[in-house]
């Protein structure tokens, strides 16, 4: 089955010890979206790469950066994560071309702190 | 800006009560509407779609309606089980820079009581 694949899906890390979030897709969907979801909140856009073309949420802080290789990968840095950034990390993909169409989702990757 | 707003939780119900989880929406245009739920320590799923005025959405027992005339997107179940204890969202995509982004209401956590 075409699906978006998260790993982990339990990470922990230590103040200020970078972390990546992998995700990968066999959709072959063209825009990779990447989300932070805190507890009983909406999931918060961080950025999205259309192809190649990466596009940064204004309120985005600099510690989270992205990178996409190819078009099956995409993944998730954070250089010095602090105990605000524990959350759910979410991938999703969609066709660039078709608003009709939702997004498709990992299972996402909850990040702890200590 | 386009905007979702969503009731507030948490809604508890027996079992096979009638369901009503109420959504707005405002957008410019002619967005195309969702309903995603979320399971515990899981990813959003797509629960139903409707992409233009007065259709309907519907899976798994649950219907929404895309009302233009009162900018609505309301999540209805005749009878809803256990199982549907969840976390529902409503969404709707927005085209910005050649890109779809899907913007979300705060969500809504269902519970149902055997």
């Known amino acids: 089955d075409a699906m978006v694949i998260q790993n982990p899906r339990y990470q922990v890390t230590q103040f200020g010890k970078p972390v990546t979030l992998s995700c990968s897709q066999t959709?072959?969907?063209?825009?990779m979206y990447w989300y932070q979801q805190k507890s009983s909140q909406a999931p918060k856009l961080l950025f999205h790469?259309?192809?190649?073309?990466?596009?940064n949420e204004a309120d985005t802080p600099d510690n989270f950066q992205s990178r996409r290789p190819n078009t099956s990968f995409c993944f998730l840095d954070i250089r010095s994560p602090g105990l605000g950034d524990a959350a759910m990390y979410l991938c999703?993909?969609?066709?660039?071309?078709?608003?009709?169409?939702?997004?498709?989702f990992g299972d996402g990757t909850r990040l702890s702190i200590l | 800006g386009n905007s979702v707003t969503q009731m507030e939780g948490p809604v508890t119900l027996s079992e096979e009560a009638f369901l009503t989880i109420n959504c707005t929406y405002t957008?410019?245009?002619?967005?195309?509407l969702f309903w995603y739920v979320q399971y515990p320590g899981e990813g959003l799923q797509l629960l139903l779609k409707?992409?233009?005025?007065?259709d309907k959405g519907s899976n798994k027992g649950f219907e929404a309606t895309y009302r233009k005339e009162t900018t609505s997107f309301h999540l209805e179940k005749g009878s809803v089980q256990v199982s549907d204890s969840a976390v529902y969202f409503c969404?709707?995509?927005?085209?910005?820079?050649?890109?779809?982004?899907?913007?979300f209401g705060t969500g809504t956590r269902l519970k149902v009581l055997a």
């Open positions: 969404a709707l995509s927005d085209k910005t820079s050649g890109t779809y982004k899907y913007i």
């Open positions: 409707a992409t233009k005025a007065d």
């Open positions: 959709l072959n969907h063209n825009v």
């Open positions: 790469y259309y192809d190649k073309d990466f596009n």
């Open positions: 999703a993909t969609s066709s660039a071309s078709m608003g009709n169409q939702p997004q498709h």
């Open positions: 957008a410019t245009g002619y967005p195309s």
